[in-house]
T-cell receptor
Framework: NAGVMQNPRHLVRRRGQEARLRCSPMKGHSHVYWYRQLPEEGLKFMVYLQKENIIDESGMPKERFSAEFPKEGPSILRIQQVVRGDSAAYFC?????????????FGPGTRLTVT | GQQVMQIPQYQHVQEGEDFTTYCNSSTTLSNIQWYKQRPGGHPVFLIQLVKSGEVKKQKRLTFQFGEAKKNSSLHITATQTTDVGTYFCAGNINTGFQKLVFGTGTRLLVSP
């Protein structure tokens, strides 16, 4: 049973380019979360999605960032016109369906470097 | 907004010594989870506490949830080099959605 998959694992972009980060949740999981982690810092919640729905995007910057979780395919975190401050590790996590409190299973992360 | 603080930020111990990290939330939590992140790795779930005053043990690790459900602690007895990593608590507010607010983390270094 494959865990949460993220790709790419490392991504280098020049300022102004677009970054697309992909996340495939664990089989059977319908909840996806995206977090950002700066070096030597904690995890900052960005967005919580279910299939075709954004449930909570209170942690997403108002501009340049968007996320989706389509009916088919992986969840995508998209960063337009990247700046150096976007350099960070971006982790995706998934959890089973339902309204209870479940553990979150994290993917290996995408390390984004903006040059 | 809700904040979850952890202390200490960093601790360096000799192998065999004990270690404790404390987690404090600005708001009452419905439950709290603990995660461990090894250097260069991703967070891995350790445990979840739900009840006020709950205490759970996993081998050398003891987790506690405060009576007011606003604080928690993780205690490691007789640390080993394999305990190296950053320990995060993550609080869940009963908003009806599964939104975790992660603590600032405690980085543990264990010298042999």
């Amino acid at each position: 049973n494959a865990g949460v998959m993220q790709n790419p694992r490392h991504l280098v972009r020049r300022r102004g380019q677009e970054a697309r980060l992909r996340c495939s949740p664990m089989k059977g999981h319908s909840h996806v979360y995206w977090y950002r982690q700066l070096p030597e810092e904690g995890l900052k919640f960005m967005v919580y999605l279910q299939k075709e729905n954004i449930i909570d995007e209170s942690g997403m910057p108002k501009e340049r960032f968007s996320a989706e979780f389509p009916k088919e395919g992986p969840s995508i975190l998209r960063i337009q016109q990247v700046v150096r401050g976007d350099s960070a590790a971006y982790f995706c996590a998934s959890s089973p369906p339902g309204m209870g409190a479940y553990e979150q299973y994290f993917g290996p992360g995408t390390r984004l470097t903006v040059t | 907004g809700q904040q979850v603080m952890q202390i200490p930020q960093y601790q360096h111990v000799q192998e065999g010594e004990d270690f404790t990290t404390y987690c404090n939330s600005s708001t009452t939590l419905s439950n709290i989870q603990w995660y461990k992140q090894r250097p260069g790795g991703h967070p891995v779930f350790l445990i979840q506490l739900v009840k006020s005053g709950e205490v759970k043990k996993q081998k050398r690790l003891t987790f506690q949830f405060g009576e007011a459900k606003k604080n928690s602690s993780l205690h490691i007895t007789a640390t080993q080099t394999t305990d190296v990593g950053t320990y995060f608590c993550a609080g869940n507010i009963n908003t009806g959605f599964q939104k975790l607010v992660f603590g600032t983390g405690t980085r543990l270094l264990v010298s042999p």
